[in-house]
């Protein structure tokens, strides 16, 4: 059993007890769009539009916009293998994007919008999320790679998710 399948099947069963632990990795909600449809506490259980305007994300942000981006690229992968596309040639590109050499930003799937406003500093240093970022990445896309029963669309999301814990093993070095 792979390093990234062992870590995410120890994630899933601590959050039989906290199921906190897994919020941000676990593919359970979609995207929505460019507005965010969320189920606040006070809200009493309505969905509620956030304000759709560009805020520079922070560390909670950077963390939605990895979970959405990960379930698009899934949704696009899911969609090439119903319609006789080339699923790793997707993935690959993805892994590309996001496990190459930061060059000062955190490195994103080029398809996909950046989670920060192009030219504006970036509010968290991207030393410090590149790994995150590619960490929480790996995790979810092995929830995939577990979750779907098509073999092959389940080996290209787990070699996308043992790429992206390399690399971020290597950035946190």
Not at 124 to 139: E, G, N, S
Request: proline share 12%.
């Amino acid at each position: 059993m792979s390093l990234v399948r062992q870590s995410a099947t120890l994630l899933y069963l601590l959050g039989r007890l906290h199921p906190e632990a897994i919020d941000g990795i676990a593919p359970h909600l979609p995207v929505l769009g460019p507005t965010r449809h969320v189920h606040l506490a006070n809200s009493g259980g309505r969905p509620v539009t956030l304000d759709p305007q560009p805020i520079p994300p922070g560390a909670a942000e950077l963390r939605l916009a990895v979970s959405g981006t990960v379930n698009a690229v899934a949704n696009a992968a899911i969609t090439a293998r119903l319609s006789g596309g080339n699923v790793r040639n997707i993935l690959t590109e993805v892994g590309d994007d996001w496990c190459g050499t930061p060059h000062g930003r955190i490195p994103w799937p080029k398809h996909w919008p950046l989670p920060w406003p192009p030219g504006e500093p970036y509010p968290i240093d991207p030393v410090y999320a590149t790994p995150a970022v590619q960490a929480q990445a790996a995790l979810a896309f092995q929830a995939y790679a577990g979750g779907v029963a098509d073999e092959e669309l389940g080996s290209a999301f787990g070699d996308l998710a043992e790429r992206l814990a390399d690399a971020a093993l290597r950035s946190a070095s």
